[in-house]
């Protein structure tokens, strides 16, 4: 695993270096730069890693909200068909390729840690789909020129989760669609939601505690109404 002072500009040859092109258990459709219990990557702990000054590799994993967003979008393409898309924390780039693939008008990718931003792009062009990628925290700006708002697995730590989720639900009330992929973790704000979709998500024992994940689609909730996304209603 190359050393932090090492990589310098080279956030996209540190993720090739540290991956391997394989495709999610959910997802079969999509094919991801991720790490795999061969790679160091992979056996590195959060502690090891900030030693070398690197963040977390989120981006190096198919984590199970965004695997099961990223399944309901494909099965449910007008959900997004001809609609401005923005994929909030985006990781590996698995959703907003996913609305790519599903028809979308445009898709934003936006992701703070630039080794995301790098392998996102490495992602997209291996599937040979158009996202334009954000480095900027968007969470609590005004956001125009978007129709709905997807999400994978925003909901692991405080105080992150209050203040994504207090910003999702000011863009809900505000008309623009936004779900969630989330397997129930603990600072999910279940009284702002309604569940549209579940999913079985095969996962590994290395990132969750249990080889299947039972991982729901939420909606945040408007005020005009509890239809789901283009009329489809919440379960």
């Known amino acids: 695993m190359a050393e932090a002072a090492a990589i310098g500009d080279s956030h996209t040859s540190f993720v090739r270096d540290n991956t391997e092109c394989l495709s999610p258990p959910l997802v079969p459709e999509v094919t991801l730069h991720l790490a795999s219990e061969m790679l160091p990557i992979w056996r590195m702990s959060e502690a090891m890693l900030a030693a070398t000054g690197l963040p977390p590799p989120f981006w190096a994993f198919a984590w199970t909200g965004g695997q099961a967003l990223a399944r309901h979008v494909l099965d449910h393409a007008d ?12 990781g590996s780039g698995l959703v907003a390729i996913a609305a790519a693939m599903a028809g979308a008008r445009s898709v934003t990718a936006a992701d703070v840690d630039p080794f995301a931003i790098a392998a ?35 909901c692991y730590e405080q105080p992150f989760s209050g203040r994504v989720s207090a910003w999702l639900s000011t863009l809900a009330g505000r008309g623009i669609e936004v779900l969630i992929g989330d397997p129930g973790r603990t600072y999910l704000p279940r009284r702002a939601l309604r569940r549209v979709a579940q999913y079985d998500v095969e996962t590994t024992r290395e990132l969750e505690d249990c080889a299947l994940r039972r991982t729901v689609v939420w909606r945040f909730r408007s005020p005009h109404g509890d239809a789901g996304p283009a009329g489809q209603p919440a379960l």
Request: charged fraction near 25%; glycine fraction near 10%; proline fraction near 2%.
């Open 79 to 90: 959900i997004v068909r001809d609609k401005r898309v923005l994929d909030l924390g985006s």
């Open 120 to 154: 996102i792009a490495l992602n997209a062009a291996a599937n040979r789909v158009h996202v334009d990628i954000v480095g900027d925290d968007l969470v609590g700006r005004p956001l125009s020129g978007f129709d709905i708002v997807l999400a994978g697995d925003i």
